[in-house]
């Protein structure tokens, strides 16, 4: 499939997917309206996708480079809100460090540098091991410390593979499978806890996710995988089902990691940037464990 093609149906695909959601949703407010409850929330969570959706998929389909950008972009705010919420944020010099070592990690992506991409986090945490160091001094060096390691590296480097996929050979079609499943399982996975959820999965992490919801979701990504699998290059159903599993199980974890930070500091949500999602951490948390794992088995078995 030629790039014109496999653009052409990245975009079908999408359109065909927004519609078939809103059906969804238009049924789910009609049940909830009979029910006496207002479905004002999963209404906005639906129209914020129409925001959502253009600046990722429209660079993705005609601009690799802007693609990357977008995706580095991404990552930035994620750190900016992950050190609002934990405190990082109060250290203006090592969040700067923190962009900077993350733009140094995108650099490679552009260059197509797999192997300078992948060194990345070495020097990411030699450098940061040095600020306690430099400074001269120890009080709350190790929180900080910490906290900026897993800024750059999880909100950082994870999300960066995201960025490199379109380096690889069909890169738009992989990227798009990766960002279409995890969309889905966290979609869908809403929705069905919200209509048939009963069983909390894990409530002191995440009170609303429910044992229902996440096995449906995860159908629904198997599901949602074995429709557009034509789109993939190589592998066949059997990996297309098996990337779709992995995304399923990693999308939520990913999505129960975020929470688990979130409530240790106290907070419902790490943003306001969308309307109906909460920040755009809160909308890109359920990517940052699916990202480096689908990436590595796309470049190592596809």
């Not at 260059?111 to 160091?133: C, K, N, T």
């Not at 410390?145 to 593979?161: D, E, K, P, R, T």
């Amino acid at each position: 499939m030629s790039d014109t093609q496999t653009g052409n149906t990245i975009l079908g695909l999408t359109a065909a997917i927004l519609g078939g959601f809103g059906l969804v949703v238009l049924v789910g407010a009609i049940a909830a309206r009979a029910r006496g409850a207002s479905p004002r929330s999963m209404v906005r969570k639906y129209l914020a996708w129409f925001l959502i959706t253009p600046p990722i998929l429209l660079p993705l389909v005609y601009s690799r480079v802007l693609f990357q950008v977008v995706i580095l972009l991404v990552s930035l705010q994620c750190i900016r809100e992950y050190a609002r919420v934990t405190g990082l944020w109060s250290d203006r010099g090592v969040v700067r460090l923190c962009y900077a070592l993350t733009l140094a990690m995108y650099v490679p992506i552009f260059a197509g540098w797999y192997g300078a991409h992948q060194a990345g986090p070495v020097l990411a945490v030699a450098l940061l091991m040095l600020v306690p160091i430099v400074r001269g001094r120890y009080e709350h060096m190790l929180q900080t410390v910490s906290l900026s390691i897993l800024a750059v590296v999880y909100f950082g480097w994870f999300m960066s593979h995201l960025a490199y996929l379109p380096n690889l050979r069909h890169g738009v079609a992989w990227a798009f499978y990766l960002i279409v499943l995890v969309v889905c399982n966290d979609a869908l996975g809403y929705l069905w806890g919200t209509w048939l959820g009963r069983h909390k999965l894990i409530p002191r992490i995440s009170p609303n996710k429910t044992i229902e919801g996440a096995a449906l979701g995860a159908a629904s990504v198997l599901a949602v995988g074995w429709l557009v699998r034509g789109l993939l290059p190589a592998g066949g159903t059997a990996l297309a089902l098996g990337l779709a599993a992995m995304i399923a199980a990693l999308g939520t974890c990913g999505d129960l990691a975020v929470s688990f930070i979130k409530r240790d500091v106290r907070v419902k949500d790490t943003g306001a940037a969308i309307p109906g999602h909460g920040g755009v951490l809160d909308r890109c948390d359920s990517l940052m464990l699916a990202a480096p794992v689908f990436f590595h088995a796309v470049r190592n078995l596809a």
